[in-house]
C-alpha cells in the first residue's frame, strides 16, 4: 500500500516563525503535491512537484514555499507564519502519468496565534 | 478550467444504495472526472475516475451522461462508514498531468 506521512497531526504556532511541514512517501512517486483546507472553501493547491529540485505553483502559493531535495521528501515552508496560515495542510503524491491517482497523507493542523 | 456543482448535502439510509450527483458542464473532451472522499479527520481517498464511460470497482459505479456534462456516482449498499464529504473533481492538464481542483463537496451521511 502507498503510505504518505506528515511529519505532525497537529501544531501550535507563533506569528512571525517559520513553519516547517513535512511530507514523505514510500512508493517511488514522481509528483508531490501540498494542499490545504479550510471550511467551506474545500481543497486549494498550494504548490506542486513534478521531479526532484521541480516546483510549480498552485492556485494559492503566496506566503509558501517549498523544497524537494529527495524524490521521497516534500516540504512546505511558512517563512513567517500568519494567523491567516491556520489551517489543515494535506500533502499528495502521484506516480507520474496523464491519469493517476492522488494519495494523500493525514493532514497537519497547524494553528498560529 | 471545469468547474462542478454538487449538492452540499444529502441523507442515505444504510443498506440503500445512495446517488450522488455533480454538474460539469464546461467540462473539455480531455478532462476526467474523479470522485474522491473525505471522512473526518483523515486524509481524502481516491474512489473512482472516468473519461466517457461508465466505470465500476470494488467501491463504486460512475455514471457519466453522453453529453459528459454531469455525472452519478453510485455507492449500492451504502454503509454507516461511507459517511464522509464526497468530491467530484473535472481535473486540468499540466506538467504534472492531470491536476485535481477541489470543490466544497457533498456531505452525504449515511443513517441506520
Known amino acids: 500500500d502507498v503510505k504518505v506521512t506528515q511529519s505532525s497531526r497537529y501544531l501550535v504556532k507563533r506569528t512571525g516563525e517559520k513553519v516547517f511541514l513535512e511530507c514523505v512517501q514510500d512508493m517511488d512517486h514522481e509528483n508531490m503535491f501540498w494542499y490545504r483546507q479550510d471550511p467551506g472553501l474545500g481543497l486549494r493547491l498550494i504548490y506542486f512537484?513534478?521531479?526532484?529540485?521541480?516546483?510549480e505553483k498552485g492556485d494559492i502559493p503566496e506566503g509558501y514555499s517549498v523544497s524537494r531535495e529527495k524524490k521521497e521528501r516534500f516540504s512546505l515552508i511558512l517563512e513567517s507564519a500568519s494567523t491567516n496560515q491556520t489551517s489543515m495542510y494535506l500533502c499528495?503524491?502521484?506516480?507520474?502519468?496523464?491519469?493517476?491517482?492522488?494519495?494523500f497523507g493525514p493532514g497537519t493542523r497547524l494553528t498560529v496565534l | 478550467d471545469a468547474k462542478t456543482t454538487q449538492p452540499t448535502s444529502m441523507d442515505c439510509a444504510e443498506g440503500r444504495a445512495a446517488n450522488l450527483p455533480c454538474n460539469h458542464s464546461t467540462i473539455s473532451g480531455n478532462e476526467y472526472v474523479y470522485w474522491y472522499r473525505q471522512i473526518h479527520s483523515q486524509g481524502p481517498q481516491y474512489i473512482i475516475h472516468g473519461l466517457k464511460n461508465n466505470e465500476t470497482n470494488e467501491m463504486a459505479s460512475l455514471i457519466i451522461t453522453e453529453d459528459r456534462k454531469s455525472s452519478t456516482l453510485i455507492l449500492p449498499h451504502a454503509t454507516l462508514r461511507d459517511t464522509a464529504v464526497y468530491y467530484c473533481i473535472v481535473s486540468r492538464l499540466s506538467n504534472a498531468g492531470n491536476m485535481l481542483t477541489f470543490g466544497g463537496g457533498t456531505r452525504l451521511m449515511v443513517k441506520p
Open positions: 499528495a503524491s502521484r506516480k507520474r502519468g496523464a491519469v493517476g491517482t492522488q494519495y
Open positions: 512537484s513534478y521531479d526532484v529540485k521541480m516546483k
